[in-house]
């Protein structure tokens, strides 16, 4: 019988792999899975961090052509598309980088303040899910440099704990009327450097470790792992379900989510 520690690992992993691509929030997700498995914000948080970099591993393979095509378009030195679109991803990365820089102890607060936030956010979510359903037809052939800011502001607004980075990103670049496939690939790829970032400021100031995580280093490898196929496996799945035009089903699933949260906050 597999120990306690590693089924919720393996449990919390999952839970990252597919609603990190989903648009139903992994933090929040995992802020409703840890609160229930008695795991406080820090762990959590800490936690959140190692699953995060798994699911940046499987974007990468699930986006290995667009990702060497860009590293081959940089390095041919060359204002071409690639260039042009590591540009815009570079662009869409700065509110994030000065929330994480100015706001990080305060964003790290809010993930230990219980799941009255992270219900309320989730169903904000649903919200931009559903309002994106009314967008105009696509109009624009490429992302443009200030859609790119925009979507990157939404993605800063995105740290609050049930508020879907994927939904939320998807939705703007959607009313921005961007095409879909284009605003899907976009929203993943944007993620990669932010998240990758952050794991590494953990490991230079030495606060990303087994010990911090609440879970011992197999429970923390098993949980990367389960992250790692479970992210592979929704990050083609979401791509699919976005050029169909599918996105109003996450937003009933994030509602009944979002007044689970809140109900739960009330009676706890």
């Known amino acids: 019988m ?40 820090g762990e959590n948080l800490t936690f959140a961090v190692a699953v995060h970099a798994a699911t940046v591993l499987s974007t990468v393979c699930v986006l290995w052509k667009e990702v060497s095509d860009l590293v081959r378009g940089f390095f041919a030195f060359r204002w ?39 219900g309320i956010m989730l169903l904000i979510t649903a919200g931009l899910l559903a309002f994106s359903g009314f967008a105009g037809a696509a109009r624009k052939d490429t992302i443009s440099f200030r859609d790119a800011f925009w979507i990157g502001v939404v993605q800063a607004c995105a740290v609050l704990p049930g508020l879907s980075r994927s939904g939320s990103t998807i939705a703007a670049g959607l009313l921005l009327r961007n095409r879909k496939e284009q605003v899907a690939r976009f929203s993943f790829l944007m993620v990669i450097l932010p998240v990758l ?5 953990d490991l230079l100031k030495g606060g990303f470790s087994a010990k911090a995580s609440g879970f011992g280093p197999v429970a923390l490898g098993a949980g990367f792992l389960a992250a790692f196929v479970t992210g592979t496996l929704a ?31 009330l009676l706890t």
Not at 197 to 201: F, R
Not at 252 to 265: E, M, N, P
């Open 2 to 41: 597999l120990p306690d520690e590693l089924i919720e690992a393996l449990i919390l992993g999952i839970i990252q792999g597919l609603t990190e691509f989903l648009p139903v929030s992994s933090s929040g997700h995992l802020a409703i899975a840890g609160t229930l498995f008695g795991l406080d914000g």
């Open 235 to 265: 990050c083609r799945w979401m791509i699919q379900s976005v050029k169909k035009g599918k996105l109003i089903y996450f937003a009933y699933y994030c509602v009944i989510a979002g007044l689970f949260a809140i109900v739960y906050s």
């Open 80 to 118: 071409n598309g690639e260039t042009q679109m590591l540009c815009k991803i570079g662009i869409s990365m700065i509110p994030v980088g000065i929330v994480g820089l100015l706001l990080r102890e305060q964003v790290e607060t809010l993930f230990g303040s219980g799941l009255m936030l992270t």
């Open 197 to 201: 970032g952050e794991a590494v400021l």
